[in-house]
């Protein structure tokens, strides 16, 4: 099954119940929730008080991104604020493991990100570990980035190895995605897409209808 998850780095932070109605209305399943910290990303996007904000206003699938730091550190708290998966990046956590261990005993879905820079055969091992891989398509740490063709081959690897042993296995891909490269990046067996400025730019409903069609 194809998911659209919007990032809501792109949205109207001065209205976001406005917007968040829009993306319910048009049927969007998953809130992608871009978390930034300064430091393992040179940005700082929103925390835990924002997230429990918009965790009253819809009851959709909160997919927390955390470019964080070490996020062993607040796993608990982000679960306690509403996230139903968590992805940390490989390249923030000192024992990846225990990172992961950490989500799974909060009850809630564990994927693992892998940045532009890291080749792509450090997240073989976890394949079968984890309920998603995040390839991005651009360097973390900021929306309205062009998307990095790379990404394509990474999806593709990443999707040859899941064939086998876990082929329930979620690939998202966030970054620079649109409606003239969605298509390509399904082709090459991501399922969830991730989308803030081509969602938010404009019109919601009629964005998110337009990745709906291109994403059937
Ligand atoms: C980048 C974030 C992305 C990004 C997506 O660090 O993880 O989720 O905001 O935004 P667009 O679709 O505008 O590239
Ligand atoms: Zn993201």
Redesign the pocket.
């Known amino acids: 099954m194809n998911i659209l998850s919007p990032?809501l780095?792109?949205v109207n932070f001065n209205n976001i119940e406005a917007d968040a109605k829009a993306l319910d209305m048009a049927g969007v399943e998953w809130y992608?929730l871009?978390v930034m910290d300064g430091n393992f990303?040179p940005n700082i996007s929103f925390g835990p008080p924002v997230i429990e904000c918009i965790r009253k206003i819809t009851d959709r699938f909160f997919d927390v991104?955390l470019?964080i730091e070490e996020p062993i550190r607040y796993v608990e708290v982000f679960k306690k604020v509403g996230a139903d998966m968590i992805t940390v990046h490989y390249e923030a956590c000192e024992d990846l493991d225990a990172t992961l261990a950490a989500i799974k005993k909060q009850g809630v879905k564990t994927g693992l990100a892998i940045s532009p820079d890291t080749p792509v055969e450090a997240v073989k091992d976890y394949v079968d570990k984890v309920d998603m891989i995040l390839v991005m398509s651009?360097y973390?740490?900021?929306?309205?980035?062009k998307f990095m063709p790379l990404a394509v081959e990474r999806i593709k690897t990443i999707k040859k190895w899941a064939v086998d042993c876990n082929p329930k296995l979620n690939i998202q891909v966030?970054?620079?995605?649109n409606l003239d490269n969605v298509s390509d990046v399904l082709e090459a067996g991501a399922n969830v897409i991730?989308?803030?400025?081509?969602v938010f730019g404009g019109d919601i409903e009629t964005n998110v209808k337009a990745f709906f069609s291109k994403m059937k």
């Open positions: 990032s780095l792109s992608h871009d990303v991104h470019m651009v973390p740490g900021f929306g309205g980035q966030d970054g620079g995605i991730v989308a803030g400025s081509a």
